[in-house]
């Protein structure tokens, strides 16, 4: 089963070619992903201890129809109720399901659907992530956007009507250090009323810097809750070490960030699992935070560079609207995101249900902003993208479906004082 994550080798010298191989076949080359690394700020959370031990006890198998039932009829839902929802024995009920998410986001977020759009400005990476396309040891066009182009780009999306950034890296202190990230937010600010970022996690003075230089909120994937398949995942690099990823959502509030998100990959590992280990994560952190504006997102699996055989074989459309269903119904005033790795029709119908933010005019590129949104050959080199993205719509095309759907897209809902 792993092997279909490997990459081709051929461009890697003999010494780093033996070490990858000795990565993927002698877990005693790895370090110990549950140990953190000497720059790595350790937190006194009991978050994680009550996500996993849910995860950990879920037997999703024995949940009966009427089990689905009465968690459709209560008012409230329970996380047992939520349990039973995610189970199989709730996707015969998966309209009525459907019925009642959609009147929860209406309830709480009327017709809104809210726009955004990524901006990767670098694409290194010091991290062996087999299932990623920028993994350290893929053979992609590399590039890091100077000040300069990163102000062009972002310029050229602003002059679209687009008023919410999110800005990517690949995960590299090396290339992408914090002050360099902290420059793009205060570019950002200039453009933007809204800015996000989803980078390598950070510790909470660092978090606290990126917010006074203008960030706004922080996206982290887990990728997968699953240790055990997470260690196999991540080879090597910072993003190995799987509790400080899992308390960067944590730090970032504590540092100051008005907003979280949060992410499993659906198709690494049991999706079942990982999306209630996902909404448990909100849960709790809901609990601990009330003030803080927290969001869930819930992508599959794409194809990347040099790598064909990655595509989300166990997690279909029916699965992937079950469980945003069951995410709405039971974090009713959490927002929901739908990337484009969806397609444009799956898009489409599900904010009519349940997601309230999706991405428009995405590249995951780096530097080719403008050769998407003019036409015209870029200014900019360009470095080679994250992974296939599926719904190519441009932001106004993307504005224009939403009303046509008898919805009203919203651009930004904050007024700075």
């Known amino acids: 089963m792993e092997n279909q994550f490997l990459v081709d080798s051929a461009f890697l010298s003999p010494e780093a070619l033996e070490k990858k191989h000795r990565l993927e076949t002698d877990p005693s080359s790895r370090k110990n992903h549950m140990e953190y690394l000497p720059d790595m700020e350790i937190i006194s959370s009991d978050v994680c201890e009550k996500v996993m031990s849910e995860v ?43 019925q009642k998410a959609h009147m929860e986001t209406k309830k709480h977020f009327g017709n809104t659907v809210y726009l ?3 901006i990767y400005i670098a694409n290194y990476c010091e991290n062996y992530c087999i299932y990623c396309g920028f993994n350290c040891y893929n053979h992609i066009k590399r590039m890091k956007l100077n000040m300069e182009q ?25 290339m992408s250090d914090v002050k360099y990230i902290g420059e793009a937010c205060k570019l950002a600010r200039k453009y933007f009323r809204m800015v996000g970022l989803e980078i390598y996690p950070v510790n909470t003075d660092e978090y ?33 070490v799987w509790p400080y990823r899992f308390d960067a959502q944590e730090r970032a ?13 659906l198709g690494l590992s049991d999706f079942r699992k990982d999306a209630l280990a996902s909404a448990l994560h909100v849960y709790h952190l809901q609990r601990k935070y009330p003030s803080a504006e927290m969001s869930l997102s819930c992508p599959r699996l794409r194809p990347i560079i040099n790598n064909d055989k990655i595509n ?9 609207c079950q469980v945003l269903c ?51 050959e870029s200014e900019n080199e360009e470095g080679d993208e994250q992974f296939e993205i599926n719904d190519s719509r441009c932001f106004q095309k993307m504005y224009e479906d939403i009303e046509k759907e008898g919805l009203q897209p919203v651009l930004n809902d904050y007024l700075y004082v």
């Not at 006074?212 to 398949?229: H, I, L, S």
């Not at 989300?312 to 992937?320: A, N, S």
């Open 253 to 265: 509030l504590r540092g100051g960030m008005r907003g979280v998100a949060f992410s499993a990959l």
């Open 116 to 118: 955004f759009t990524p």
């Open 150 to 174: 990163i102000e062009h780009e972002m310029k050229i999306i602003a002059d679209s009507g687009m008023e919410e950034i999110l800005i990517l890296t690949g995960e590299s202190r090396t």
């Open 56 to 98: 950990n006890a879920y037997d999703y198998e024995k949940y009966t129809a009427a089990d689905v039932m009465a968690a459709l009829e209560h008012d409230t839902c329970t996380v047992e109720d939520f349990k039973a929802l995610l189970s199989p024995a709730a996707q015969p009920f998966l309209e009525k399901m459907a």
């Open 326 to 376: 069951a995410y709405r119904i039971f974090l009713p005033f959490v927002g929901i995101t739908v990337s484009s790795r969806e397609s444009a029709e799956f898009r489409d119908g599900i904010v009519k249900i349940a997601a309230t933010k999706v991405s428009a005019g995405v590249s995951t590129g780096i530097g080719d902003h403008e050769s998407k949104y003019t036409g015209k």
């Open 208 to 240: 606290r810097y990126l917010h006074e230089c203008g960030a706004d909120y922080v996206t982290v994937f887990q990728e997968t809750y699953d240790t055990d398949k997470y260690e196999t995942l991540h080879l090597m690099g910072h993003k190995r």
């Open 312 to 320: 989300p074989l166990d997690v279909g459309e029916t699965q992937l």
